[in-house]
């Protein structure tokens, strides 16, 4: 692909010699006036300026100065081909301000001239390129930090119950919005609240070997467990049980068959 190069200058043989024997560019000529320059800008979107400076023009500088400080045209390189005198008046007028990307002080071959504003538009594209990919890298890490935070955020919800079919219908009511650890036993919960602080407990009155009240008495035993909320899942609708239940101060009760409404309405009222 060829560059686009759009060329001003009052040093008609040198800026001949460049549209005929530069290879590598596609060339477009503009004057000094600034509505012409604006326009050629604008349709032609060169990828650099390049000015052929006759001589010391106070006009020159002001013209560059204006492209620099357009948000059209600030961001094209701006390359000034002149004599040493033209330099020299450049760098003392100009002292502290980066108007022009390169200078080329003739005498100089069209060939070098070339090669020098190919090696800059290479720098500038390898430039934005890494910028490209140090954003692309910062807005992945910014998305996977998100991710873990969200992660992090996320309440951790336990259930323990012996029936796997209430296991499995709450894990996949509640695992969109909530990490969800489903256990069999009273035992394997216990083991689990040794390395584990759950955000809430739902647990099943009745299993085998260690019931729902015998369980909940030891999770009341351990520091780090001691204040999860534990909600008691129960098929008996007794009222003497339900009394039961209650006098173990769990933080709420829900009835079987399981209820996702009232499910998803203890699990607001106690994490929010």
């Known amino acids: 692909m060829k560059y686009k190069i759009l060329v001003n200058g009052g040093n008609s043989a040198l800026l001949r010699d460049f549209f005929v024997n530069s290879t590598g560019f596609n060339c477009m000529s503009t004057s000094g006036y600034w509505a012409d320059l604006s326009a050629h800008y604008e349709m032609f979107k060169p990828d650099a300026y390049v000015c052929i400076a006759e001589y010391a023009d106070a006009q020159i500088f002001s013209q560059i100065k204006r492209l620099k400080n ?36 003739r005498p100089i071959t069209i060939s070098a001239i070339g090669d020098k504003i190919t090696r800059l538009l290479r720098t500038i594209e390898e430039e934005k390129e890494r910028i490209a990919k140090e954003k692309e890298e910062a807005e992945r890490k910014a998305a996977e930090e998100l991710e873990r935070k969200s992660r992090n955020e996320r309440k951790h919800i336990v259930i323990v119950d012996d029936d ?9 009511a509640l695992e969109e919005n909530y990490d969800v650890t489903a256990i069999a ?20 009155y009745q299993m085998p070997v260690e019931n729902g009240p015998e369980v909940l008495k030891n999770i009341r035993k351990i520091d780090s467990a001691k204040d999860i909320p534990v909600v008691f899942l129960t098929g008996i609708a007794d009222r003497e049980k339900i009394t039961e239940v209650l006098s173990l101060k769990p933080q709420g009760y829900l009835l079987k068959p399981i209820n996702m409404e009232r499910v998803n309405e203890t699990i607001k009222s106690l994490l929010g």
């Open 70 to 105: 357009n948000s059209v045209f600030g961001s094209v390189p701006v390359i000034m081909v002149t004599d040493e005198d033209c330099y020299e008046f450049y760098s003392n007028e100009n002292e502290g301000e980066n108007l022009i990307d390169l200078i080329l002080s």
């Open 164 to 172: 796997k079919n209430i296991l499995k219908l709450l894990k996949s």
């Open 185 to 204: 036993s009273g035992r394997m919960a216990l083991k689990l609240l040794e390395t584990k602080t759950p955000d809430l407990i739902f647990l099943d």
